[in-house]
């Protein structure tokens, strides 16, 4: 019984690492475009990047906005849009499967305690 346990968690913990994307290969339009489309690890990405000043101007406030942002817990919802139907005049937006639960990131929570920001 244990063995089996045992054999879930490992495949299920491979199999999260690996649905994880390698930002740091990815160009700036990309990364932004995900952040803020609400993608945790590229908004964790974002932060690195902006306090480490790679391939952006450093700048520790950004840097928490960013990892801020990844650390906060969020509900993903989706939505389709109907046109209107028959003598309505707009359209709308409905609400289609269940919202999923994105949880925050521990490391970006982690970058919270550690940074400063000194300016606006």
Known sequence: MSIAL???LTVA??????????WS?????DLEKA???GKKTAQLELGRRYEKGIG????TCKAL???KKAAEDSIDRNFVYSGPVGSERHGR???VGMPQFQPGLLEAKNKLNLLICNGS
């Open 6 to 8: 045992y054999l879930t």
């Open 13 to 22: 913990s491979s199999d999260m690492t690996q649905t994880l994307p390698d």
């Open 25 to 29: 290969i990815k160009n700036r339009g």
């Open 35 to 37: 952040a803020r489309e």
């Open 56 to 59: 952006v101007t450093k700048d």
């Open 65 to 67: 906005k960013w990892y």
């Open 93 to 95: 937006a409905i609400e």
